[in-house]
């Protein structure tokens, strides 16, 4: 099994990373956390130039996937720079459309897939297989909520509330709406769907967990205490090292994951970067001092994304158990 990214997955990671970097995420995070969609959705359709939201979709349906891999690499992207919005549920949305038109029920994906893989529609969606909260309901123009082996097109979300990360706005999917498709189909669509969407958090937790080192690992080589900066204290630089240990050991997981869609390999990934991440926020907040405490300080950005994205779509008790009950 090939762990290494070839030279084209480096470049598009080397673009994404390009792109995001000037196109000032950080606000666009913020704006969002208080009800501003505009410059997040900047943000999206710079994205879906890039071909983003293409990557989980068939090319029938004006995709260029499905490619799990690809995915995983726009994901540490998307995490290393915060990036607000339900990019996952898109992303898994794609992939219960195309896996439901595999399955024989094409309508669906017909309607619905080439907006998404364009980026001209935002979905959310929950599915049994997750919580009960959709992600930013109130911004996705595609609501999916699948119940007793029905997928419909909700009619309507209850009141929009925060959570611990103040840019991940949840709500309760009203379970009504239009029928877009029923019977076992749907439930087998479902949970591929779902193995996705841990993918591309998990994905997503590597990427939050890089940028709170990098963030760090800057802060200490300037913030002095007697006479010299505070990296050059062993106990700093071990606790880093744990730090930097624990997501290098995450990442051939998670393309490992990307590679074979094994739901025991996506569940063992999911652990793997949301626990780096979790240690990495931990130390990002210690050797900050007070000033990681602060929400002015765009490190809060990625502290709360760390927490969140630990228990999204797979807390690590879920994913530990789904990993001990395959046949491996």
Excluded at 15 to 21: E, F, I, K, R
Excluded at 66 to 75: D, R, S, Y
Excluded at 110 to 127: C, E, F, Y
Excluded at 152 to 179: F, Q
């Amino acid at each position: 099994m090939r762990f290494l990214l070839d030279a084209e997955q480096r470049e598009f990671a080397r673009s994404l990373d390009a792109m995001l970097t000037a196109a000032g995420t950080p606000a666009a995070a913020r704006a969002w956390a208080a009800g501003d969609h505009a410059p997040g959705r900047a943000v999206w359709g710079r994205l879906a130039d890039a071909g983003v939201f293409a990557l989980a979709a068939p090319e029938e349906y004006e995709g260029v996937g499905p490619l799990p891999v690809e995915v995983a690499v726009a994901f540490v992207e998307l995490g290393r720079h915060a990036v607000p919005g339900p990019v996952v549920e898109t992303v898994a949305a794609a992939a219960l459309l195309a896996r439901l038109a595999d399955l024989g029920d094409a309508q669906p994906a017909k309607r619905l897939l080439p907006p998404l893989a364009s980026g001209d529609a935002v979905a959310t969606l929950t599915l049994p297989e997750g919580g009960p909260f959709a992600l930013d309901a109130d911004a996705a123009t595609l609501p999916l909520i699948v119940t007793e082996g029905e997928l419909r097109l909700a009619s309507g979300h209850a009141r929009v509330g925060r959570s611990l990360d103040p840019a991940r706005r949840l709500a309760r999917l009203h379970p009504t709406g239009e029928l877009l498709a029923s019977g076992p189909s749907v439930t087998a669509a479902a949970l591929h769907a779902a193995n996705w969407a841990s993918l591309a958090t998990a994905a997503q937790a590597l990427g939050v967990g890089l940028a709170l080192l990098d963030k760090t690992v800057a802060y200490v080589k300037q913030r002095t205490q007697f006479g010299t900066p505070i990296g050059g204290f062993q106990a700093v630089k071990h606790r880093l090292a744990d730090v930097l240990t624990g997501l290098e050991f995450a990442r051939p997981l998670l393309y490992g994951a990307a590679l074979t869609m094994d739901t025991a390999d996506v569940a063992a990934a999911k652990v793997a970067t949301g626990e780096a991440a979790y240690a990495a926020a931990r130390a990002a907040l210690q050797l900050h001092g007070a000033i990681g405490y602060t929400a002015e300080y765009d490190l809060s950005l990625w502290l709360t994304k760390a927490r969140a994205l630990r228990t999204a779509w797979g807390d690590p008790a879920t994913c530990r158990a789904r990993v001990l009950a395959s046949d491996g």
